[in-house]
């Protein structure tokens, strides 16, 4: 069965890296025609009827688990064996076989032991990256005059890891229909998509953080990342110093942008002077990376800043 974060990979393989269906197929186990039909079908995010076959462990796992934690502390010549925990089980009422407990204990185990190498090892930050390879994103909660009405906006913003270059725009929630909108306008904005993005834990991204880097990435994100063919990564949790470009970006533009901002009319309008602050890349972009910045979609020439108001709306 092919589930939506192993499509996303295929995806990726063959339309950005231009992997062939026979290498993908080696390297997947997965038949041709199945790889064919998927890359063929422009499906991003695969459905099954839901299924589940009953276990007769089911009922008694988490005592199961208990035990092996127990088991787990104890000296070596003093833990019991998984045979032994299998007659407990039966005693308690367990009708099941022998293997489904030893399997059962075998995968926990190697769980434990993955968990640890993963808590052992040092994280590596890279801190120069190449044209295209990355970009970091995050939200923050921001103030605007819109209609006469004090408004708490929810800004997501975009940078790219290389040439400093970022991207802003303003909704009142932090839903799906926000997220992908905003990915959408920023890829349209800088011209392409880079090979990874940089995310935290956020809730529309991550259904639940495990151990280390293990997370359950939400589905509807997966298959927005499988539509643009990038791979995302995710910070440790409590770690913004992980994607400190954007942390930075953030606490730029409050100071540079929201701060002392002009009312507007609407939100589409602010979002119209937000998307054309280019003249402020010049400004706060990495030295040796200035040259490098994107051009506005659509061509054109460097822009002023949200604060400078004169003569915008004749460009509009």
């Known amino acids: 069965m092919i589930d939506v974060a192993l499509l996303s990979v295929i995806r990726r393989w063959h339309f950005r890296e231009g992997m062939?269906?026979?290498?993908?197929?080696?390297?997947?186990?997965?038949?041709?025609?199945t790889v064919r039909k998927y890359l063929a079908s422009g499906v991003v995010e695969p459905r099954y009827?839901?299924?589940r076959s009953p276990s007769k462990l089911d009922d008694y796992e988490l005592t199961l688990t208990s035990w092996l934690f127990r088991e787990s502390r104890r000296h070596r010549k003093q833990r019991k064996t998984a045979r032994q925990l299998h007659s407990d089980l039966v005693q308690l009422g367990y009708t099941g076989s022998y293997d489904r407990v030893a399997a059962f204990a075998r995968a926990w185990r190697a769980e434990q032991q993955d968990a640890k190498k993963t808590a052992a090892s040092r994280t590596y930050v890279p801190l120069?990256?190449?044209p295209g390879e990355a970009f970091q994103f995050d939200w923050s909660e921001d103030y605007a005059l819109i209609n006469g009405v004090n408004t708490k906006l929810q800004i997501a913003h975009f940078k790219l890891s290389h040439s400093r270059a970022?991207?802003?725009?303003?909704?009142l929630l932090q839903s799906h229909e926000m997220l992908f909108d905003?990915?959408?306008?920023?890829?349209?904005?800088?011209?392409?998509?880079?090979?990874?993005?940089?995310y935290d834990n956020m809730k529309t991204a991550v259904d639940r953080v495990g151990r280390g880097k293990q997370r359950a990435v939400n589905k509807r994100f997966t298959a927005m990342v499988s539509h643009y063919l990038f791979e995302a990564e995710f910070c440790n949790p409590a770690a913004g110093w992980e994607k400190g470009q954007i942390?930075?970006?953030?606490?730029?533009a409050r100071r540079r942008i929201w701060q002392g901002a002009p009312a507007f009319k609407t939100l589409a309008?602010?979002?119209r002077r937000t998307g054309r602050c280019r003249g402020l890349e010049n400004r706060t972009a990495f030295p040796a990376a200035r040259h490098q910045l994107p051009e506005p979609a659509g061509g054109g020439t460097q822009t002023r800043a949200?604060?400078?108001t004169a003569g915008l709306e004749a460009g509009d």
Do not use: C, M
């Open 20 to 33: 062939p269906i026979r290498e993908i197929t080696r390297r997947t186990g997965l038949s041709r025609n």
């Open 49 to 51: 009827p839901d299924r």
């Open 128 to 130: 120069a990256f190449a």
């Open 166 to 171: 970022f991207f802003l725009r303003a909704y």
């Open 182 to 198: 905003a990915h959408y306008h920023a890829f349209q904005a800088f011209g392409g998509v880079p090979e990874r993005g940089i």
């Open 247 to 252: 942390e930075k970006g953030v606490l730029d």
């Open 269 to 271: 309008d602010l979002n």
């Open 306 to 308: 949200l604060t400078d």
